[in-house]
């Protein structure tokens, strides 16, 4: 599975594991499994924060919630179980549906978000701190309806429970084509080891499992960047098994949630993971896309002299512009005092640039996957000491120099890992897009409108999400004249901009 | 000619007029008029400035000056008669081309540019200044290449040029039908008046001279946002005559200079022509796309308080999330102390609020037409006094109020019309473009790839203009490896992005 | 005592209460009171990497240590407890002095540095959350050295324990005139109580403790600007009784920890507190001095709209340059979402303001004591209900509206009690001025340098540590020639402004 | 006169010359010598603009005009003959003053502004573009009131006129003593030779005129930083012949005009003089006092990378805060795209600096006098070409490479040079408290107040002066309550700091 490469790191596993973790149940029957039931009312109320911040969300409930769109429906989700990701769960529960619920992240669970949830609404299985294997039976969990099958519809987010379905459907024609079963000693992949295991062992109870997902899949909506390109190269090759909806290209997903999340997320994991200074240091941020922009804009507000690493020159340019030097890694990476990573794409920084790097240099990654950092060369390098100064937060000395540096989260996702990952304001943008797809996905589950490929959500629907979040800033738009509206023949009530409009 | 209307303004022109200007000659016989020719040397002097500057249309003249690609076009040009623009003539020349050009706004032209081209290079009709006729006859001169024809490519800014051939042809379409000639007086709009005029004098020397250039041309690139919009139109009403390649949504050309190119060149108009000071006051900026959010940017950055006015949910809550207030006109016209339409759309601020703006306060526009401000209900407000502080800077006085306002370049361009327009090195940008997509329309010539339908350029084009940006800046990009190549399915060469990709 | 009646609060106090503190031991014998030992290695980690981003501090020991000049000095500290204050109170130790420390906030302790400090370095009584009665009992034990007396030094923030000597004396003075002990019950302060309670249990065992104190006492040094506001009203009142060396008018503290201090640990604070999203949200900021200016560069920095409230017409229109719009509370108080106080003065935003707040405002305070916001009149509000999301993030519910604001810290500063305060590296500026002033008292103990009065550090001094903090960073300064400084006649070696230059 | 080199420079200037220039006079017969009465209405225009952006001046005029305080009084002005010290000047006359006024550099002067001056209110001798010796003649013209003598007050910026009196009265003190004749041929120095010439033909016709002038004047009050240097140095020597009011050291002066006023001025001059887009370039800003912090900041906004070059630790660790490089010139001389110097010191960018740089690198000074640019080094160099690309703009080409610099206004102030100078809005502020001084020495000129020393005025003065300028931008300033300015020790009608506040 090379599209699954990126997600691997058997580094805090074992070789070989077993799959003892007991399902819990509410006192209502429902299925969960999270750290700490007692933090429900503390996530709770967190809770009913965010909904004041998520105005997106609670539209869609006093919209959609009255007529139960839902009802019938099972969404599984495989997202960040936080405080914000509740508000989505609740609002797809308040329109009728049924919930059940992993986190898509090994650190990023909120343990009292997870708690409020199981306890109240849908059926959790996130905890902060999962090894792999733990991270993968939640992900089956979710995806496991019991007898009856899989969900009608999944919220996924860098694609984890679409591989596992993808996966397993394929291990399950190679058994029926050829009586092979997954072999997780085929693959060096540490975690594709435990992907195959959990197959191979639902192969043992039900060889039809995961086509029996499939065929009641309606479809999925994805989430990040990571995940999408994975889903376009499925539809490319045809493999892709059930209709996509790419919510990550909503403007207001992609423009809103990768950019102003990160430029406020990144300097919250800083200051709460390491509490440095960033004015006066020198900040390397790789990649310059929306996550890369907006980590550059915080570094450098705070006082941060920022340097970019691009392979893009049109990317580069915009960086450029404002004010912000274009140098490769190698050139800066003995001077400069904080590192992060923003591409998607893998190897960035390996552990040779990592011993090169200043006493206490901050190592850290924000894009989804945990490849970009070369955890498993820092791991394995001869003689290296990681001391952990506090859980997410750990100091790696190389033997040669006595120096060391910090890295954050394992080179994970550090937004999430040390602090809360987004704020409430920007992921109801995101997530109302979230509710609009899989209700768009629901409503035509029977009229063929949607094929087996990735699909965007229209330009209307893009700024209905924005026009929700205006009011609860104050903001007042303007409104077209007829003649206006002519002359520059758009609608009063838009779409405003062409398909390709860039914002 | 309802796609017209928006340029159309006869304020400051009589009713009736004669086309009595006289071309001139080069001591090698080459056509021109200008202002003043013995400013060519100052002229020269700042193009060798700008060619420093303007890296992109350098390496043009390195790369493809050899071999001539140009040899036997005619170029005309219509777009804005700057010391840039003449960079940009200078390298189609380089490349084998024979180039006539005009301004396409009457307040555009750097004289002392186009006298060192008229001298120099290219034959030139503008000058600063022109009345609506003189700039419609430089236009009609600009493409007229004599009994040979009209240009084989057209390089076109706001689609004056295109709108005069597709008006040309239509009516001698109808004069071979009904013998019918173009009527002045069947059109209220007093500039549309003069495209008349001329058309129907040019019917009377030869009834095909418009059919003529349609058969010649191979195509037109189109520079800006407004005359993309108008080929659009046309290419959906099937009116379209010939291939229009759209060079403004080039990345490298939208997210550039109309973003860092106003941001430059708004501050610089608005000290040029008032200096003023920006910092503490408030500042209008009517719409928020690439323009709106450069001169918002200039003018916060020069301590500014900003508010923005916007249609367009989405540019809203961009706006709110860079600490911008939304609201509408009506809300602030009182307050504040600068207003600036960007938006592209007609009637944006009119006579009556003008009326109640606080005494002195600025009003101007970047947009490329001069009908965002409402000029004509201006100057035919009862009792209202123009007092002329310097050429393009009016002391507009109420006499209720007894109070002015200061509207910039008579309601046109006030970048072009206060300063001089965008710096070199965005421009290099934009016309790189130009350049590249005059090769490609001449290159292709004969091969049909091309039907009259609008096109933009392929992504490793526009990538390759910025990759001839960055050296100069002293950028340098970080190489793909083979492995992370694969690993994200994208060439090491590129392009990077997909074709949506909105940076 | 009006000048301390700021600090006082009783809210979460009981009328009576009694000193039940047992003070604990290391194996060594050195006394101390944290919240749990066991933090200590926790701490130490965490003092190491400080220690990295304190190169002021480090530089001290590295000039001094050698010649031990603190030998035999007994200095006590009333300052936050932190992991940089662990830095400096070792950086004390490693000059030769013995240290008494407590916590000068009730919030503000750290508790792994508190443990740290306890098991390693010196007596420690600080622990996060403090009642009152407590705070005073630490603040008392921290001056207590024993039989032997009081301390030579003091490191003041705030001026509590400077404070407690003056009134201790004033009670002893009195005592000895009339035999009058002090009253508890004289004052309605209820902080005030328990500062007489414990003077008055003070003298039934010493009648001389407090004046031995002063007898003893080679001077202060006081560490912000509330504290040095209390030292000149008693230096013009002449009460003063000992010679106190003010570190926050060095420009390399008020300048840095005051202004880039903030401007990184209010969103910190906002964060941790209550993970809103700061972009797009109405932040007003009352006070526009240091502390304001780095609250509102960062929130404006964050993408909020910042509207400053001031009384001084000088700073307002500072703002105003910086295109923040200065307005009154009451203009804003229903509009906003973020309230922060950083005056230095009292009842700045009264109950009767955040009746009127939309739902979920935030409010909160950065200045250095807790009656900027009246939260006597909120706890006392009839009918108000408090719900705690978590420790220092309350919800404050208005029973009238049912609507409710969030409050940080309980009013106090909330940079400490929500997030750690200032980072390493500007506190190692503050430190190293303290760290110089104790030093120059110390030396200068039998000269008769310094009276009883307020002094500041000598300018080449502060150029001394900004210069220690220079290398870390990788600036390189540049060198006034011979002939140059003869022209502006300031010394190579500087300094090189004059005394009241401003920064 | 050690302290006068600074502002020498004879390069334009032939080594002998003569006065044989000649007083004009008004219809009313009051002198003047400016380039082109004709431009007086065009200079009146522009005064009435710039009286709505300076509310500090018609403030005074409103308070103070009805009782003329000035009545009687004959005030000299050097300073920048702009539009806004038009303001001042007939602010000055508004209150009763008499007035004659020359420029304080030669490329300063605003010709329209000077026109109308000299045509309505006041004795002007200015024009932009002056030689040194022009200049030293406009200077001595406007200090020589006729037989009467001199001034009663001098309104002086950089202390030219202060230094002319000063030197006369040297020189006639020595020809008393020994008859001997100052001799412009005792000194290298080009611009002093002037100096000398001036006060030798001076003492043939009056050997008393410059102590009578020192009898006659109650004071000065000087503008620039440069200037208080020199006042200080006087006042130290023991050589002050009058009293002096410090106009730069008061807030509303050095941390608004020096700081915001550049800030606006430095892009206004490099975009006026170059046209160059600033984001992108590498600028290199020399000194970090008021001066360069506006132009450092300014070019940071406008999308530059910064670099600053300091001597001062304190000034170099402010500028790191904010994200800005600290190197030194040699560092960056080869990588740089845009100098500017802002120091008041002298040989900042020598001609072995401009040789090493860029092709087409900028150099500019925003620093008082032309010394900072090693422009005789320039003009000296062997081979060196200048090409005049406009006035104020040259490109000097170095043999050895063929690459030329950019220099701009001749190594003078380029933001009086090249563009308009500093706005209204903000020399209103500086100009109110040069009105403020006026008025303060005059009203004191028999009270013996002022001694021959240098004064700054008192807080409460420079409040008023910040407070006169909030209307104007819409500002509400909150009022203390009486128990506020209790507790914080402060009148509620302020001041509101203490003296050694920083802002």
Redo the contacts between chains.
């Keep these: 599975s090379p599209h699954h ?2 997600s691997t790191s058997a580094r805090s596993n074992p070789p070989t594991f077993s799959m003892a973790l007991s399902v819990e149940k509410t006192a209502s029957g429902r299925e969960y499994k999270v750290k700490d039931l007692s933090q429900a009312d ?1 996530g709770r ?2 809770l009913e ?2 909904e ?2 998520m105005p997106g969300l609670m539209a869609c409930r006093a919209e959609f919630g009255p007529s139960q769109p839902f009802k019938g429906a099972r969404i599984s989700g495989s997202l960040h179980m936080t ?1 914000q990701t509740a508000v989505l769960i609740e609002t797809l529960t308040a329109l009728g549906a049924e919930v059940r619920w992993c986190s898509c992240n090994i650190f990023s669970t909120q343990d009292h978000a997870a708690a409020a949830i199981a306890r109240d609404s849908a059926a959790v299985f996130a905890w902060k701190g999962e090894t792999l294997e733990e991270y993968w039976w939640c992900t089956e969990r979710c995806l496991d309806w019991g007898a009856g099958g899989g969900p009608d519809l999944i919220v996924d987010d860098g694609g984890d429970a679409t591989l596992l379905i993808h996966e397993g459907v394929k291990a399950e024609e190679e058994f029926e084509r050829s009586g092979k079963v997954p072999d997780p000693a085929s693959t060096d992949n540490p975690e594709f080891k435990i992907v195959l295991t959990i197959i191979r062992d639902g192969l043992k109870t039900d060889a039809r499992k995961y086509r029996k997902m499939k065929e009641r899949l309606v479809g999925v909506s994805e989430e990040t960047t990571t995940g999408v ?1 994975r889903l ?2 499925m539809q490319e090759s045809g493999t892709l098994l059930f209709p996509a909806i790419n919510v990550n ?1 909503s ?2 997903k ?3 949630d990768n ?2 999340g990160c ?2 997320s990144l ?2 994991g800083l ?2 993971a ?9 900040a390397v941020v790789c990649g310059y896309g ?1 996550v890369g922009k907006g980590c550059a804009a915080a570094l ?7 340097i970019v ?10 960086a ?10 190698e ?1 800066v990476v003995s ?1 400069a005092d904080i590192f992060v990573t923003t591409t ?4 960035i920084i390996m552990v040779d640039h990592m011993r090169k790097m200043k ?2 240099a901050i190592v850290c990654n924000i894009g989804h996957f945990d490849n970009e950092i070369d955890m498993n060369g820092l791991e394995t390098y001869p003689g290296v000491k990681r ?1 952990t ?2 859980p997410q937060t750990d ?1 790696w000395v190389f033997p040669e120099t006595n120096t060391g540096i ?1 890295v954050l989260a394992e080179g994970r996702l550090m937004n999430l890992g040390c ?2 990952g ?5 992921m109801s ?1 995101s997530f109302t897009n979230q509710v609009i797809a899989q209700l768009e996905l629901w409503k035509e589950k029977a009229t063929g409108k949607y094929e087996k490929k990735v699909y965007v959500l229209p330009k209307h629907l ?3 999400v ?2 929700l ?2 009011g609860k ?9 007829k ?2 509206s002519e ?3 758009i609608p009063v009530e ?1 779409p ?2 062409p ?2 409009y ?2």
């Design positions: 490469s990126p503390f109320l967190e924060l965010a004041v911040e405080i390109k376009y190269q290209d403007v207001t992609s423009k809103f950019l102003y430029r406020h300097p919250d200051m709460r390491t509490d440095v200074m960033i004015a006066g240091k020198v929306d450098k507000q705070a006082g941060a002299r920022v690493t691009e392979i893009d020159p049109i990317c580069a340019l915009q450029l512009m404002e004010g912000i030097q274009i140098l490769t890694l050139d001077d998607g794409n893998k190897d006493n206490n001391i100064i506090k100091r910090i602090a809360t987004h704020p409430s304001f920007v943008c893009d700024e209905k924005a026009a979040h205006l800033l104050g903001a007042r738009l303007t409104k077209l004249t003649a206006q002359y520059i023949s838009g405003y901009k398909a390709a860039r914002y």
